[in-house]
């Protein structure tokens, strides 16, 4: 049995024979009936096949690298096609055999091949181009198979590769996406921002079915990106230098498509949302105000607006992050989505210490404000944590009891 399963047995049986729903020794048998076995890692023949599998990988991979310039093309194309047509098909073979865990580590394996084999021809063919396309091509056809055979892992790790890219096409100063960030610093973080939401977004739609595990991944990665962006962006009037360098005048087209974009993405992914009253299922809809946000913030480093015009961006940006951090914990209670409860009170911890420092930064020495910001910390910690449980725990509850 899982180990997950034998704990939450060895965990359950004592408030069962409490309760009288079975007797001590009717638990027991239970026990007994499952014997706790060691984790898979713990266990000697996996242990030492896998240092033998490693053993037996990097002796292969040193015959190839020492012999690579005398390998034909057509040999190079066809060992990487072969090995990675036989990690797809060796995962179909074991996940039929109930072997799921085995398949989907032979499936992320093929993935990462299929990268290997893009390289592989880019430099067989002397392709040119940006390194960015080639991650871009990789995912793009990634995970299209993902969804096809379906694979979660597969399906993590494409978005991992779409992530990937898209900080590349960020930093790259060639593409449309750079070329505006790089005019401005301050819309780096609102590009990342947006794609926050759009990330999200496209988690919400892929529902509660089959893709549940995609959706939560997605949403959580959004959400942490949102974050991310956020909190530097409340602070733009501290950072003087940083949101007024660079050219001022110049429209960012490509920013202003990826907000769009996200907005798009968010009204489309709300007819995704659990089945509720239409006012109820609006409510998610609060992530607009960040895009809003950003959208006004754009256009204020166009202008080139003054500090105050920052001041009160900040202000605003402390009321967003607080106003959806409390609908995410309300909707999340409401349609038994824990993760959005955690991030919820994440995001006001967060939040409160950004604020926190950014009022009593001028007012303290450097130690003192360090100590008092710690001491704060712990005790907001502590405090978000009980409201976190009593929340996730209220969520989970039966309907039907008290």
Known sequence: ??????????????????????????????LARYPESGRWFQRPIVIFSVLG??????AVALLVAHNWHEIPRSAKLAGVLTVLLGAHAGGLVLRARGHGLMGEGLFVLGGGLFLVGIALLGQVYNLAGRESDAVLL????????????????????????????????VLDRMTWLGRDIYSNGSLGAVAF?????????????????????????LEQLGLLTILVAMVPLGLLRQLGAWWSSGEATRWPVAVLVLIGLAAVAVGVASFRLPHDRPVVRAGPAALLLVLLYLFAVTLQLIHRAAADVFRVLGWTNWAILLVVALALILYGARWDRSAWINWGVIWIGVDAVARYVELVGTMLQASALFAAT??????????L???RRRVTARATAPRGSA
């Open 193 to 217: 921002g947006a794609a926050g939401v759009l990330v999200w977004a496209l988690g919400a739609l892929h529902g509660d079915g089959e893709f549940r595990r995609a959706r939560q991944l």
């Open 1 to 30: 049995m899982a180990p997950s399963f034998m704990r939450r047995l060895r965990q359950e049986t004592p408030s069962w024979v409490s309760d009288g729903v079975v007797t001590a020794q009717q638990a027991e048998t239970i």
């Open 53 to 58: 599998g490693a053993l037996v990988v990097l």
């Open 374 to 383: 710690g001491l704060f910390v712990i005790a907001l910690g502590g405090a």
């Open 385 to 387: 944590e009980l409201l």
């Open 138 to 169: 990789w995912w793009a056809l990634l995970l299209p198979a993902a969804y096809v055979l379906p694979s979660i892992a597969l399906i993590a790790l494409g978005w991992l590769g779409a992530s990937v890219w898209f900080w590349m096409f």
